[in-house]
């Protein structure tokens, strides 16, 4: 099975809080060689810190700020080079084996902490691995400590457009500006960015958050409500406008995925589709893009089985309209399984794309094909709950309903607001407790959403019928 292949962990981005005791521990080691000036045995404890939590940030920062102090700070314009013969031999291992890659480019980063190919290198890898705070930095460090590479400094601030940064993508092109004056495209970059922040604070959005920790409900929460206020005749005012733009330098990014997600506003899911994918062609290697194209894929296909369900719904005597409606779920199925298995293999390390996987699988009804990812999946923060709640859908599936107990309550006992994920979660663990004979558990379970949403489902039902059953 692929899965056998990938690696057992393949961690996300990380915080301090996120680190496991042992490297909490190294970590306060490490800090405190930096107060006592041991930036060598900082070094070499950070460097087994990263080796096990390669998404910690802040920790590959503490590393390489100490690197820094110990070459002896900013070198001279050209001492600090390009990437050499090890770094060129470390780009095709980076390509086969991200994560795995990442260790042997820190050593080779200790050597010489501005070298541009050993930080070019990690920046591209980073983003193979989503890690897009840690691509960042990449950059970043040569923006710090060797601004003259102006080519490096034009890839950092195209990847701040694709991530909707504007106005950290037009600091960057005017530190380009400030040591090359003749640089055209940094002159407009800056001018460009400049315009499109101050858009972007127009309409309420602040375009600063944490790369990589903005999930896609969120980022689609903030498109919404961007763009709430225009109506239907307005958003094909914007497209033409846009289509515009486009025509006159199909290759700015910030305009395809502006022209991309306004049709996706519209519903107009192939037309979305299409953009997505150019806008992941012509940006840094952003997955997300990569991701969003897919589920307009997704999205037209569930309108084609809305559609149909409709049909059958209106003339539930129309027997080709049932099996149309059957053949059509039924190939989806498996065309989703196909495609989001093509998708975890192009990145394996995105956890949500491991539950996308997982959700059809289960849909398909290969529950322990789906438990694997789903597993995986629980690593990111923001769809946790949801993750816990459908893994214990599955093991009920498969008849292991201690198992299933297991993942309803862990996931019950993170959420402290009475939601409708927690009713839902509630809910369910309530109907697995009912099913195995458990009354008294599963009274409490109903109980719990009866005294804040007396019309949830059937609670109301179950709790008032224990009172005179």
């Known amino acids: 099975m692929a899965e056998q292949k990938t690696p057992k962990e393949q961690p996300i981005e990380t915080t301090e809080a996120d680190l496991p005791r042992n490297l909490r521990d190294l970590l306060t080691k490490a800090k405190g060689a930096v107060e006592m000036q041991n930036y060598k045995y900082t070094i070499s404890l950070m460097q087994a810190v990263m080796r096990e939590a390669p998404g910690f940030v802040e920790g590959r920062k503490l590393l390489r700020n100490s690197e820094i102090i110990l070459a002896g700070g900013k070198k001279k314009k050209g001492l600090f080079g390009g990437g050499g013969l090890g ?15 990442l260790d042997a480019i820190e050593k080779e980063l200790e050597k010489d902490p501005y070298n541009s190919g050993a930080n070019e290198l990690l920046f ?12 960042a930095f990449a950059l970043e460090t040569i923006r710090s400590g060797a601004p003259e590479n102006t080519k490096l400094l034009h890839k950092l601030a195209e990847f701040y457009l694709t991530r909707e940064l504007p106005q950290r993508a037009a600091d ?18 800056e001018k460009d960015s400049t315009a499109r922040a101050s858009m972007m604070k127009q309409r309420g959005e602040s375009g600063e958050y944490i790369l990589g920790k903005k999930d896609e409900a969120e980022t689609l929460a903030l498109e919404k409500s961007a763009r709430a206020a225009l109506t239907g005749d ?3 005012e914007k497209v033409e406008e846009l289509v515009a733009e486009y025509e006159a330098d199909p290759n700015n990014v910030a305009v395809v995925k502006e022209l991309a997600s306004t049709y996706e506003e519209m519903e107009d899911w192939a037309n979305a589709r299409t953009f997505y994918e150019w806008a992941y062609q012509i940006s ?3 997955v997300a893009l990569k991701s969003r194209a897919g589920r307009m894929k997704d999205k037209a296909a569930e309108y084609e089985l809305k559609t149909l369900q409709e049909a059958v719904t209106l003339n539930p005597e129309d027997t080709e309209a049932k099996e149309k409606l059957d053949e059509v779920r039924s190939s989806r199925i498996a065309e989703q399984v196909a495609e989001r298995r093509k998708r975890v293999e192009q990145n394996p390390t995105d956890p949500q794309l491991r ?5 059809v699988l289960h849909r398909a009804g290969e529950y322990s094909e789906a438990i694997p990812h789903l597993q995986q999946a629980t690593r990111n923060p923001h769809i946790r709950t ?4 459908l893994l214990g859908r599955t093991f009920d ?14 996931a019950n006992a993170e959420l402290m607001v009475m939601d409708a994920t927690k009713k839902e979660i509630l809910y369910e663990l309530g109907l697995i407790h009912d099913n195995q004979g458990d009354k008294t558990a599963a009274l409490e379970c109903f109980k719990q959403i009866y005294e804040v949403d007396y019309g949830y489902r059937d609670v109301a039902a179950r709790v008032e019928g224990s009172y005179t059953g």
Do not use: W
């Not at 770094?87 to 890659?101: I, N, Q, Y």
């Open 87 to 101: 770094t060129m031999k470390l780009t095709g291992f980076a390509k086969k084996d991200p994560l795995g890659a």
């Open 124 to 135: 591209e890898t980073a983003l193979r691995l989503n890690f897009l705070e840690t691509a």
């Open 172 to 189: 960057v092109y005017r530190d380009i500006c400030k040591h090359d004056p003749t640089d055209t495209a940094a002159v407009k970059g």
């Open 234 to 236: 307005q958003l094909v």
């Open 284 to 286: 840094a290697g952003d």
């Open 355 to 359: 539950f996308d996987l997982g959700e």
């Open 386 to 389: 949801r993750v816990l709640l």
């Open 397 to 410: 599936a498969k008849g292991m309903h201690d198992l299933a107990v297991k993942q309803l309550s862990d």
